[in-house]
């Protein structure tokens, strides 16, 4: 596709619900980045992606995140049991290399998620 | 741990005038640093790039500059206009992992 796309682009959550966020990466890249953005704040990375393999995931703030990439493209980051902390826009971000110097990433509209 | 910081957190300048936002880091071991746009409620525009390898670099009014041994990094905005006023945000890439470091952004209003 001609860019990052990312679905839903808002959702509100009851706490307690789950929520599963989707993002499409840019056709042939390998790189795949989630942020997270808090209103007013810079994004903070949650988690990496080389094709399938999730190489960093530690930036998930608890067990009740999960990210996979089963076929080295489309992406999901599912949360469970929703908490009002949550609420934040969630970024999706691409590259066609492996991270490197010339490394520039692609982003996504982000995901707005409110939790009630 | 490497820290991104930017200062001012906000800025308001009459249309036409040159301006410049600062971006500073810690640890200088990075493999570049980033310049994106953000408008409310959109995305991330990625504006430019700099390798560690790099001083600077331009795109149309746009030129970023790097100096890692003092850790910092300045986006140098000429003849502003009212379509500038959004979020800059500065990120560096550190070469130890793959977790890019985020400053919170200089919110730029351009005023007509």
């Known amino acids: 596709g001609a860019g990052v796309s990312q679905s839903p682009r808002y959702k509100v959550a009851k706490r307690g619900q789950d929520v599963a966020l989707r993002c499409d990466p840019i056709?042939?890249?390998?790189?795949l980045f989630w942020y997270q953005q808090a209103l007013g704040q810079g994004p903070e990375f949650l988690t990496y992606f080389q094709n399938e393999a999730q190489l960093d995931k530690s930036g998930l703030p608890s067990d009740r995140f999960f990210a996979e990439r089963p076929e080295g493209s489309v992406s999901t980051l599912k949360i469970q049991r929703t908490q009002q902390e949550d609420s934040a826009v969630y970024l999706c971000?691409?590259?066609?290399?492996?991270?490197?110097?010339?490394?520039?990433?692609?982003f996504g509209p982000g995901t707005r998620l409110t939790v009630l | 741990k490497q820290e991104v910081t930017q200062i001012p957190a906000a800025l308001s300048v009459p249309e036409g005038e040159n301006l410049v936002l600062n971006c500073s880091f810690t640890d200088s071991a990075i493999y570049n640093l980033q310049w994106f746009r953000q408008d409310p409620g959109k995305g991330l525009t990625s504006l430019l790039l700099?390798?560690?390898s790099q001083r600077e670099q331009t795109s149309g009014r746009l030129n970023a500059s790097l100096d890692k041994s003092s850790g910092r990094s300045t986006l140098y905005i000429a003849a502003s206009q009212p379509g500038d006023s959004a979020t800059y945000l500065c990120a560096a890439f550190p070469d130890s992992n793959y977790q890019l470091i985020w400053g919170a952004g200089t919110k730029l209003i351009i005023k007509p």
């Open positions: 971000a691409s590259s066609y290399r492996l991270a490197g110097a010339d490394n520039e990433q692609f």
């Open positions: 056709s042939g890249h390998v790189s």
């Open positions: 700099i390798q560690s």
